[in-house]
DNA sequence: TGACGGTAACTTACCCAAGGGTCACTTTAC
DNA sequence: GTAAAGTGACCCTTGGGTAAGTTACCGTCA
């Protein structure tokens, strides 16, 4: 009789709505940061209240660390296989930019969680992101050190100094992308080539 | 008689208490992000209570906006400056990197407050960041106009996205010399030079 | 096939701590 | 004695977190 229908189940599997909020609360967590995103913001966006948000994920961390996680988990798969294959030095780099951009095409927010400033600085989630920073700069070092090792530079601090930079240069890369949704991956990857070869020769 | 005295002045002028807590607000807002940082803890860094900051500086926003354009001003004077003086245009990156490293080597956290994500979305704050770091990004976009036009590049959106990286390279460089306190502004410059003579061949 | 009960999906309305912000007051310097 | 420096104690909103209840789906059994 009533038209107005706000309660009762929707009919979507714990599941797919457990997809939908995480995919939403990356976003959200991206935008403003841990301590700037609103769990009631993210559960509307959804179009669903915060008590269910609550009732799936158990807190605010519980659902930053399943979104982190999944962009985690993603990220240090990809530029694995990308590190694993091998390469010349000076190709490294756009080769992992071309499977960054590939990944996350459709999901852009998902690396800045791994870096977010505004998560505490003690507990499960700094331990998580503290956890897949270092795998991902593991990587940094090693193509860090075999480029500056192929220039005749061996200063440990140095390579460090680079590594850190080289994932400054992917923050930069990806906030740029993310405030133009026309630019695809393939489109990203082809401007990074034609730049880094401009600029360096590479 | 009692041997606590926690109340009364204590003899700082305000101008003198005003330039401490700006110093202090600007470590805690670099550190934690306008979202994360507290008030309180900022007043008790200069061993002072939250009244006295409010009474100084109205509010939240007050305080931030005093932090942000002390180091806005200091940082598009320093590179105006330098920009002005002209040079080589792969020489300028480095000029700009010693005269920041130098104008912060002891408010290493100040560049930050330029391009924190968890400032409101409108208001003073945001529209005080937004004018610092259009000018700042006008001086990134001559100087990427100048390198790549040396290069042959000319697309105008590959220009405003060296730009952008660039502006996050200073971001990682920052961050890096954040957690390493021992090194000056001189070191920093000294390896900056290296490290692009070595890579770049610049 | 239809009633029916159990369970999963979902909400309204609330609690509570943290933190921004304020008031009235106290103390010291000059 | 007065004005400026400074504080304890409070208010109130925001937002994380919860309790209890409501609705729809779905398998089962007559």
Redesign the interface.
């Known amino acids: 009789m009533t038209e107005s229908r706000p309660v009762g189940t929707k009919g979507m599997p714990r599941e797919e709505r457990e997809a939908q909020l995480v995919v939403a609360g990356t976003e959200e967590f991206g935008?403003?940061?841990y301590?700037?995103a609103s769990m009631v913001e993210i559960a509307r966006r959804v179009g669903v209240t915060k008590p269910l948000l609550y009732q799936y994920f158990g807190s605010k961390d519980g659902l930053y660390l399943a979104c982190l996680h999944r962009a985690g988990d993603r990220l240090t798969e990809g530029v694995a296989t990308t590190m694993a294959a091998g390469g010349e030095p000076d190709q490294m780099p756009l080769k992992v930019l071309a499977a960054i951009f590939t990944t996350f095409d459709h999901d852009r927010y998902a690396w800045r969680l791994l870096r977010d400033?505004?998560v505490p600085a003690t507990g499960d989630i700094a331990a998580a992101a503290a956890d897949y920073r270092r795998r991902l700069d593991t990587f940094a070092v090693l193509g860090a050190t075999q480029?500056?090792t192929s220039?005749?530079?061996a200063?440990p601090?140095?390579i460090?100094?680079?590594a850190?930079?080289w994932?400054?240069?992917v923050?930069?890369?990806i906030?740029?992308w993310i405030d133009r949704p026309g630019e695809d991956a393939a489109a990203m990857t082809a401007?990074c080539a034609?730049?880094m070869g401009?600029?360096?020769?590479w």
């Open positions: 935008r403003a940061g301590a700037g400033p505004t480029l500056l220039r005749g530079l200063d601090v140095d460090e100094a680079v850190q930079v994932t400054g240069v923050d930069s890369l906030s740029w401007r034609r730049i401009g600029l360096f020769g």
